[in-house]
């Protein structure tokens, strides 16, 4: 089902994502961030499907088959970076940043930063153009201690 979207994806000059494989790229990075440290549970979940819901109007329903879809295209997809890349071309900066807000909403919202999480934020958000402060401030607006 996703052999055209991931062949498209790891072209070497990938044509800019529609907005359907835009939001499907998005959604899976959320999962690849929820997984990287080896635990995807519930809280995790909810928090992207809410995310999603709320990013892109969803009823309940269209959202739990993005975020299934996402799930499975998550665990096909080859790396990070292509995921990052073509959401860097599809998203303009502003927005951008949103999306690193909610990835950090997604690593905080088990109570802890674990390493894992932190190094794939630090490597997401460097790839999307997000700055160290800016991703710094984006932590801080989820975590909701920002000044």
């Known amino acids: 089902?996703?052999?055209d979207f991931l062949n498209r994806l790891i072209a070497p000059q990938p044509d800019p994502l529609d907005d359907g494989d835009a939001r499907l790229a998005l959604s899976a990075l959320?999962?690849?961030?929820?997984?990287?440290?080896?635990?995807?549970?519930?809280?995790?979940?909810?928090m992207i499907a809410r995310i999603l819901s709320q990013r892109y109007a969803l009823s309940v329903p269209e959202c739990e088959a993005l975020l299934q879809d996402a799930e499975t295209l998550e665990t096909q997809a080859?790396?990070?970076v292509r995921f990052t890349r073509a959401i860097k071309e599809a998203i303009p900066y502003?927005?951008?940043?949103a999306v690193v807000e909610e990835l950090w909403k997604v690593v905080l919202v088990d109570g802890e930063?674990?390493?894992?999480?932190?190094?794939?934020l630090r490597l997401v958000?460097?790839?999307l153009g997000i700055s160290d402060p800016d991703s710094a401030r984006a932590r801080q607006t989820a975590q909701g201690t920002a000044p």
């Open 1 to 3: 089902m996703f052999a």
């Open 30 to 46: 959320l999962v690849r961030v929820a997984r990287s440290d080896g635990i995807y549970d519930k809280a995790e979940r909810a």
């Open 78 to 80: 080859p790396d990070t």
């Open 94 to 97: 502003e927005n951008r940043l």
């Open 113 to 120: 930063r674990e390493a894992e999480e932190d190094a794939v």
């Open 125 to 127: 958000s460097n790839l």
